[in-house]
Nanobody, 127 residues
Framework: EVQLQASGGGLVHAGGSLRLSCAAS????????IGWFRQAPGSEREGISA????????NYADSVRGRFTVAKGTAGNTVYLQMDNLRPEDTGLYYC????????????????????WGQGTQVTVSS
């Protein structure tokens, strides 16, 4: 079974940056999608970004578009989420997930599309 490990979270001031990493034990096939999700206390899980390896297509939630960038690493089975201009409302537990199907663009941020999930990494943004 694929194992995922999200890391890179921490405490930053508003306006700061963090880079999250999602390391997969394997990519079960060449064409996979890595999704990033977050959950704040008392809120539902939110899909914020995703990256398809077979065509390098990425998708973003409106709440992070223009501030976050997702990209695959040049070596290994790692996908990164660069988070810039962080805001207090970005605070939450961030998860990465992997889908082995050919998810459509409109469903890339839908948690139901993903089969494998990692443990979360906490991001806290202070005002």
């Amino acid at each position: 079974e694929v194992q995922l490990q999200a890391s890179g979270g921490g405490l930053v001031h508003a306006g700061g940056s963090l880079r999250l990493s999602c390391a997969a034990s394997e990519f079960p096939r060449e064409a996979i999608t890595i999704g990033w999700f977050r959950q704040a206390p008392g809120s539902e899980r939110e899909g914020i970004s995703a990256f398809r390896t077979w065509d390098a297509v990425s998708n973003y939630a409106d709440s992070v578009r223009g501030r976050f960038t997702v990209a695959k690493g040049t070596a290994g089975n790692t996908v990164y989420l660069q988070m810039d201009n962080l805001r207090p409302e970005d605070t939450g537990l961030y998860y990465c997930a992997l889908d082995v199907g050919h998810v459509t663009y409109t469903r890339m941020l839908d948690a139901d599309e993903y089969q494998f999930w990692g443990q979360g990494t906490q991001v806290t943004v202070s005002s």
